[in-house]
C-alpha cells in the first residue's frame, strides 16, 4: 500500500487549498483518516481525524478545515479555507488499510505536501 499525497503549494492568507492523498495497492478497506502538519521547527501536530462516524479537528482549526473521503477512490482530502501565514507546514496524511478481508488494519503514512501561506 503507497500513499500519494498532493495538492500542496504557495498561497496568500485568506485563501484556500485541497490537499489529496489517494491510496493505492492491495486495499480492502479504510478506517480511520487523519492529517497532521508538521512546521518547520516544530513537532508534528494533529489537524484532524475522521472514522467515518465522527470527525475531530485540532481547536484552533475548527471551521477552517475539512476532512473529506472518496471511498471509491481511495482517496482522502483536507480541505483548508482562510488559510493563515501559521499554518505554513508540511502536511501528512495518516490512514488505516486493511489489505484484505481477513488481514490486520495497518497505519500508513503519506510523504507529506508543502503548503506554504504567505503574500
Known amino acids: 500500500v503507497q500513499l500519494q499525497a498532493s495538492g500542496g503549494g504557495l498561497v496568500q492568507p485568506g485563501g484556500s487549498l485541497r490537499l489529496s492523498c489517494a491510496a493505492s495497492?492491495?486495499?480492502?478497506?479504510?478506517?480511520?483518516i487523519s492529517w497532521y502538519r508538521q512546521a518547520p521547527g516544530k513537532q508534528r501536530e494533529l489537524v484532524g481525524i475522521?472514522?467515518?462516524?465522527?470527525?475531530s479537528y485540532a481547536d484552533a482549526l475548527k471551521g477552517r478545515f475539512t476532512i473529506s473521503r472518496d471511498n471509491a477512490n481511495n482517496t482522502v482530502y483536507l480541505q483548508m479555507n482562510s488559510l493563515k501565514p501559521e499554518d505554513t507546514a508540511v502536511y501528512y496524511c495518516?490512514?488505516?488499510?486493511?489489505?484484505?478481508?481477513?488481514?490486520?488494519?495497518?497505519?500508513?503514512w503519506g510523504q507529506g505536501t508543502q503548503v506554504t501561506v504567505s503574500s
Open positions: 495518516y490512514v488505516v488499510i486493511r489489505s484484505t478481508a481477513w488481514g490486520d488494519w495497518r497505519n500508513y
Open positions: 475522521t472514522s467515518g462516524r465522527s470527525t
Open positions: 495497492g492491495s486495499i480492502f478497506s479504510i478506517g480511520a
